[in-house]
């Protein structure tokens, strides 16, 4: 979400205004794709690992991470199971957070959260693949 609208947008509240152009208005984002899923499972990776740069030619030089490998290894998988249930339940979530689409998900009662407990769409979506 911060890539795409910047670290105000983590805010509870939070309305796109009018002001410096952001990454999401600059690339006319409306919804995720399986390489921002991907990209994002990398940075993660990334940020756990003991590196402390993301290396030009893909691997970690302390963890000797292929992260361009993982990169494409998650895009596969997401490409080629992109339309199952679960992962499609899982992008809508995701899309309601990032982008703020009213009425694309229904939040389980009594949810204190915008975004509902996803783990066991989570679950089901790995034992498919």
């Not at 952001?22 to 690992?49: D, E, H, Y």
């Not at 998988?77 to 992008?91: M, R």
């Not at 389980?108 to 066991?120: I, N, Q, R, V, Y």
Request: include cysteine; glycine fraction near 10%.
């Amino acid at each position: 979400k911060t890539a795409l609208w910047g670290k105000a947008s983590l805010a509870e509240g939070f309305v796109r205004r009018s002001g410096p152009k952001t990454n999401g208005r600059k690339w006319q984002v409306s919804a995720v794709t399986p390489g921002a899923f991907a990209w994002a499972a990398t940075i993660c990776m990334f940020m756990l690992s003991p590196d402390s740069e993301f290396p030009g030619n893909g691997v970690g030089q302390l963890s000797k991470i292929n992260y361009y490998e993982v990169f494409r290894g998650y895009k596969c998988v997401l490409v080629t199971k992109w339309a199952d249930p679960h992962i499609q339940k899982i992008v809508s979530e995701v899309n309601s957070f990032v982008f703020g689409k009213s009425g694309t998900t229904s939040a389980k009662s009594g949810s204190t959260s915008p975004m509902e407990d996803l783990a066991a769409e989570i679950d089901a979506a790995m034992a498919a693949m």
